[in-house]
């Protein structure tokens, strides 16, 4: 394999460090165009230094003097803001993006980056949630990958490598059920933001790991594995795994399952998704069948955990509702992650926000733009931010 030149978009987030340690440890086959980061501009200059990138971004404009000056001995090109980002995205240097960066600001790059017919490595769902049909169309037409990094999404495309026309009867999606499992309203009424950012098993930014308390990522997740593998909606089923040994599931139409296992460490799929079609060698800690274990199954309990209820219902209308119902949970977490409101309150606020905000079924990238920013607006009126 020739070495992977990679852009890592987000490179100061949970996603983006782990990607990090996957390149320093295989100096061979990556090395790193570009990084890019919103505020942690210490990082990213630690970073730059680390691996010679050639390109950094800093988003916070303010930032952009320090850091020039921090790197201001080396060959390190430095860029600034939304403009800074796009320019990036669209060098001709780099063979890879990996797309990192959190919510709805990832999708812009991402979409230059397909214009501009570089792979994708894809860990930002709220790209697909947002405009998987208009993403997934350009993707075809200028012939690029796009290669999922969501653990879920990634245990599915491994099942699916070999499978040529064969087809999809359901994919499985399983879902820990975050730190909150078993609990009911009464419960989760009262929790407040630094119990809900203890996920069980998995270590990650800040916005996940509340999406998952609330299972509003496992809805992201079904819309982004709607358009990854151009599924149906009831081709996608939940199911709660508490262990997150299985991390997804194929069933064929000859009704054979096939599933992708291992620890739950986000290294995995990333260092899958930048290596495809090879697999590499790494000293991951591996799962022991020997050891006394249990791997439980459950239905997801959909009258306590709404938010994934509303995605449901989000993606079987289509159109720019997931739009929609993305840019309020944005909101809506944000605000609980302030102590604005309370944790059962992100759900109110997301629905409120889908009842309010009028349908487009077939919108156009303007059509999603304004409605991410009427979304957002709305929802924020409902709780002063
Ligand atoms: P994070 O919050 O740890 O990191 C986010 C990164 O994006 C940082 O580098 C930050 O500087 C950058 N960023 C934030 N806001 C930005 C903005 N407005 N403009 C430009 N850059 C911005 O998030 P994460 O946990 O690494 O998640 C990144 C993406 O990967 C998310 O879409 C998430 O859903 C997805 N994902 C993460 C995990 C995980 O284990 N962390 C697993 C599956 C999928
Ligand atoms: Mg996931």
Redesign the pocket.
């Given at each position: 394999m020739t070495q992977k030149r990679i852009a890592i978009f987000?490179?100061?987030?949970?996603?983006?460090t782990q990607a990090i340690e996957v390149i320093a440890a295989n100096p061979n086959l990556f090395s790193v165009e570009v990084l890019?980061?919103?505020?942690?501009d210490e990082l990213l200059v630690q970073q730059a230094l680390q691996l010679n990138a050639n390109y950094v971004v800093i988003?916070d404009e303010k930032k952009y003097q320090s850091v020039k000056q921090a790197l201001a001995n080396t060959p390190t090109k430095v860029l600034a803001g939304e403009k800074g980002?796009e320019e990036a995205a669209a060098l001709d240097s780099y063979d890879m993006m990996l797309a990192?960066?959190?919510?709805y600001?990832?999708l812009k790059p991402t979409l230059q980056a397909l214009e501009n017919n570089k792979t994708i490595a894809l860990?930002?769902?709220?790209t697909l949630v947002v405009a998987g049909e208009i993403v997934m169309k350009k993707a075809v037409e200028k012939r690029v990958p796009i290669i999922p990094?969501?653990?879920e999404h990634s245990a599915i495309f491994q099942c699916l490598v070999g499978e040529g026309r064969n087809k999809i009867d359901k994919i499985i999606l399983t879902a820990s059920g975050g730190p909150f499992l078993g609990r009911k309203p009464n419960f989760l009424v009262n929790v407040k933001r630094d119990h809900a950012l203890q996920h069980p098993n998995?270590s990650?930014?800040?916005?996940?790991t509340i999406d998952s308390a609330t299972l509003m990522n496992k809805g992201l997740e079904m819309i982004e594995a709607k358009w990854l593998f151009n599924l149906e909606p009831n081709q996608i089923q939940v199911v709660i795994h508490p262990q997150s040994i299985i991390h997804s599931m194929v069933q064929f139409q000859d009704g054979s399952i096939k599933a992708q296992m291992g620890l739950p460490d986000?290294k995995l799929p990333i260092q899958y998704a930048m290596a495809f079609p090879q697999r590499i060698v790494n000293n991951f800690p591996r799962y022991d069948f020997r050891k006394p274990n249990t791997l439980s199954f459950d239905e997801p309990d959909l009258r306590t955990f709404r938010n994934l209820a509303l995605a449901i219902d989000a993606l079987h209308k289509g159109g720019n509702m997931p739009c929609v119902l993305n840019a309020a949970n944005e909101i809506a977490v944000y605000a609980f992650l302030r102590n604005r409101i309370g944790f059962l309150d992100m759900t109110e606020m997301v629905e409120r926000t889908l009842q309010k905000i009028s349908f487009i079924e077939n919108p156009t990238i303007e059509e999603l733009f304004e409605t991410d920013a009427e979304s957002r607006n709305f929802a924020a009126s409902l709780v002063e931010l």
């Open positions: 987000g490179s100061t987030g949970s996603i983006g890019t980061a919103h505020t942690n988003g980002l990192a960066i959190v919510g600001a990832g860990a930002n769902k709220e990094v969501d653990s998995w990650m930014g800040a916005k996940i986000m």
